[in-house]
């Protein structure tokens, strides 16, 4: 196992938690600090920030459910500071 530093594109953001559903290979979705919400399709190589400016409130989880589409329909679900949900 090796631990390679990525860019999220979120310089002022640390990550509380990440979610990878099952069968999507390479995809996931990580949360944090600033409330940066984050996305991956290539194991982690390159991360896109999603919904910039969402909330300034930490984030805390993040759970992706497949409705049976793949990525395009997965919905997306982060929770944080002071009872926050997101989709």
């Known amino acids: 196992l090796v631990f390679a530093k990525r860019n ?17 290979g390479s995809t996931a979705w990580a949360v944090g600090g600033s409330g ?10 390159t991360w896109t920030l999603q919904a910039p400016g969402l909330t300034s409130n930490t984030l805390t989880g993040v759970e ?12 997306v ?3 944080g500071a002071g009872g926050q949900i997101y989709k």
């Open 36 to 45: 940066d919400i984050v996305f991956t399709s290539n194991a982690g190589t």
């Open 64 to 75: 992706a459910v497949d409705t049976g589409g793949g990525v395009p329909s997965t919905l």
């Open 77 to 79: 679900f982060a929770v």
């Open 8 to 24: 999220v594109g979120a310089a002022n953001s640390f990550f509380t938690r990440i979610a990878m559903p099952v069968g999507f």
